[in-house]
C-alpha cells in the first residue's frame, strides 16, 4: 500500500492587521455676516467648548479664513457639520462648515 500521496496537509499563516476607522477634521469657514457671537454659541453647543475656547476658535476662523474645531469618526463628523448647517440656515446665517479626511 502507499501511504504516501495523502497528506495533503498545509499550513497557512494568517496575519490580522487591524485598522483604524480613518478620522475626519470638521472646518469652520470665515464670511462677512454671521455674527461672531452665533459662531461662539455654535462652537459651545455642538462641539462643547467653553465660552472662552469657543471665543478663541471664532477669532482664528475670523482671521485665518478657517480652522479645525473638532477631529471625529465619518458618522459623528458628518452629524457635526449637518448640525451646524441646520442651525445657521434657521437663523438665516450663511456660516458654512465641512469635512475633510484627516
Ligand atoms: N467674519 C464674521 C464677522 O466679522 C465672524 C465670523 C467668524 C463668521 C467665524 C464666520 O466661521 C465664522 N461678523
Redesign the pocket.
Known amino acids: 500500500a502507499n501511504d504516501d500521496d495523502d497528506d495533503t496537509s498545509v499550513v497557512v499563516e494568517t496575519r490580522t492587521r487591524t485598522k483604524r476607522p480613518p478620522l475626519y477634521k470638521v472646518l ?9 457671537e452665533f ?1 461662539v454659541a455654535v462652537l459651545e453647543r455642538f462641539f462643547g467648548m467653553d465660552h472662552a475656547q469657543a471665543f478663541e476658535i ?1 477669532l482664528t ?2 482671521q485665518k479664513g478657517l480652522a479645525v474645531v473638532g477631529v471625529f469618526s465619518h458618522e459623528i463628523a458628518e452629524t457635526k457639520v449637518a448640525q451646524v448647517l441646520d442651525f445657521a440656515r434657521q437663523h438665516q446665517h450663511p ?1 458654512q462648515c465641512t469635512m475633510e479626511k484627516e
Open positions: 469652520l469657514l470665515n464670511d462677512d455676516y454671521t455674527p461672531m459662531v471664532m476662523v475670523h456660516l
